[in-house]
């Protein structure tokens, strides 16, 4: 498994404009997938292919706004999501969004903006990733748990043994056969279960 300074980040394009795909393309270092759409449809349609761990739009899109994709997106996916859109409007579009964790950079912007604003969701991509599989991890700890627990209520009631007996008995069968805990104690369950 690649480390999490390894990982190569997925990124979309959503812009109906050819030069704002040049530059924010410039601005991007480790992204393996890099997809361009030039409008909303086509960006929803990519995105029930494939997950994005960024989504870049260039608002206002040819067939919508780009608010609207980008409140969509949120809901469905943990990508994080940057709205580039004209000073006009971005403090409206700020407004609507900014609540569902939406980056919104003004345009113009100054060189290196939309840069520093994809390293930063990137960095948050990260946080998220170290955070979720560090909750994994708990929710895998907690079924170990339960299943040696259960396996321990079984051997006390079907074979008579103290609960530190059973304890030991699991530690040992496991240790004995090169298996984790959890999955000899899913065995003893089988076993003693179907008695």
Not at 151 to 168: G, P, W
């Amino acid at each position: 498994m690649a480390k999490d300074r390894d990982y190569q980040h997925s990124i979309l394009i959503v812009s109906s404009s050819e030069q704002f795909h040049v530059i924010v393309k410039r601005s991007l270092k480790n992204f393996i997938t890099i997809d361009s759409k030039k409008s909303g449809v086509l960006a929803r349609r990519a995105l029930l292919e494939r997950d994005y761990d960024l989504i870049v739009i260039d608002a206002p899109l040819s067939d919508e706004m780009g608010q609207e994709l980008a409140l969509d997106l949120s809901e469905k996916g943990s990508a994080s999501i940057l709205i580039v859109a004209p000073k006009e409007i971005s403090e409206d579009i700020m407004e609507s969004v900014t609540d569902q964790g939406i980056l919104v950079v003004p345009k113009p912007f100054p060189k290196g903006r939309v840069d520093k604003a994809i390293r930063f969701l990137v960095a948050m991509q990260k946080r998220f990733r170290h955070y979720e599989k560090k909750s994994l991890s708990v929710e895998e700890k907690m079924e170990e748990i339960k299943l040696v627990s259960r396996a321990k209520i079984l051997l006390v009631e079907k074979k008579h043994m103290s609960e530190e007996d059973a304890h030991r008995f699991i530690g040992k069968q496991a240790m004995d056969h090169g298996l984790p805990r959890r999955v000899t104690a899913q065995k003893i369950i089988d076993a003693l279960d179907a008695s």
